[in-house]
């Protein structure tokens, strides 16, 4: 082996290195993150939920839930429980959310909205869900 290739081979293994690491480095960032509970007991209401919505997330995803030029649609597939689950709202309303299906941008943290309150707000959104189809 020539020094050129073994250089080359070195060069391969270093990359591959980096990759790996920031692949793991990325999902324990990722996994960083401790899902917000609600409060023990909870038993979370859409008809609270609705108004809650109306309050903190009408704004980006639509009064109707359709989405707005600012926010996607929660009466959608990408939205049903198998794909984004409960918790996913939890961890949005905290942490907010890097722009990964849709083109609207990076979602901002809620602060003013507890677990609590993302409870009856998701309770709401699944009822709604469940009437036009979403399982």
């Known amino acids: 082996m020539t020094q050129q290739q073994h250089s080359l081979r070195r060069l391969r293994w270093f990359r591959l290195g980096l990759l790996l690491m920031a692949m793991l480095g990325q999902g324990a960032w ?3 993150y401790a899902v917000p509970k609600p409060s023990p007991g909870l ?5 609270v939920g609705k108004g809650l919505y109306g309050k903190f997330c009408a704004s980006c995803h639509g009064v109707d839930l359709q989405g707005s030029a600012k926010g996607p649609p929660f009466l959608h ?3 049903e429980p198998a794909h984004h689950g409960d918790a996913a709202f ?3 309303a905290k942490n907010g959310v890097r722009a990964h299906h849709w083109t609207f941008g990076d979602m901002a943290p809620i ?3 507890s677990p609590d309150e993302v409870a009856h707000i998701t309770a709401y959104v699944r009822v709604e869900q469940r009437k036009v189809g979403i399982q």
């Open 30 to 32: 990722a996994q960083s």
């Open 43 to 47: 038993m979370p209401n859409p008809g």
């Open 77 to 79: 597939k990408i939205y």
């Open 90 to 92: 939890q961890l949005a």
């Open 111 to 113: 602060p003013l909205v």
